[in-house]
């Protein structure tokens, strides 16, 4: 599913965010959370973050700060997201939380989480992807290792959605109030933005073929090849049009690339160029990248000079 719009909040339980929550999923974790559950977290953390209120119009006040803390946040391990056409992908997070001692991160009603999302800041996102309630191991009596993960659908995405991504942690405590109906003023929130940033890029393929083969030293090879990267529109691959790409050759019993030219796709993605045959060893193109979309590198095509 696609969800772009805010929806403001409704009369009686908390608003779904513009954020896509994660399905529930079979877990040993007795503190296992519901989508519901983890989207009414999620508001309440976006809400406080702007200092408007998520919850039914009756309810008055605001929560209060959460003695809640976070650092040495890591998404993904460090590496930008790549999402192609068919496949989600799941980006581990990993987050320290610090809090005080009398916030209790074992209640069922303790949420802590990351979300991604596109805009000037978490309150004012547009469109975002929330992880799962992360799982969080004490090493302390205050501080603890949390784990949870984003799952990345690309039936979500669009094209425009390629590019710079922020990251904001968060952790809300409704201390035993009715998620549906909460007094706000009882409830803890602490969120961190931003808690980090990332590209979310579009999946890239590249491809080379060098002919013809076997080849006589000092004739004609013929390399080509094409650049494409995956459309998160219509969830098809096309090719990437006007890019740099390297040549580049390893000769046999080698394991370092040699660059011989840089040559630029067609409007359909295409390369095609050439070179005078000299001796025996690997050719392959090499992308290095864009914002949008990651570098890539073909596989090798081997050529037999005789």
Known sequence: MRIRATVAAVSGALALS?????????????RSKAPADVAAAVEAARSAAN?????AAGAEGEPRPLAVS????KINNGKNIVVG??????????YTLTHAADVD???????TGLDLYRGANFDEADFGMSSEDAVCTASSTT??????TVEIDPLWLLNEDAGAWKAAA???????EDMDEPNPENIGVAVKDPAGSLKLQRLSRLTVNASPEPVKKGKTITVTGKLSRASWDDNKYYGYTKQSVKLQFCKKGSTTYTTLKTIKTDMKGNLSTTVTAGSDGYFRYAFAGTATTPAVNSTADFIDVK
Request: charged fraction near 10%; glycine fraction near 4%; hydrophobic fraction near 50%.
């Open 170 to 176: 968060y952790a809300v405590a409704f201390n035993g």
């Open 51 to 55: 200092g408007t209120s998520a919850f």
């Open 85 to 94: 056409t068919t496949n989600v992908v799941k980006a581990p997070v990993t």
């Open 105 to 111: 991160i074992k209640a069922s009603d303790f949420f």
């Open 18 to 30: 513009a954020f896509a929550v994660p399905a529930a999923q079979a877990s040993d974790d007795a």
């Open 143 to 148: 501080v603890a290792s949390c784990k949870t």
């Open 70 to 73: 976070f650092s040495n946040v």
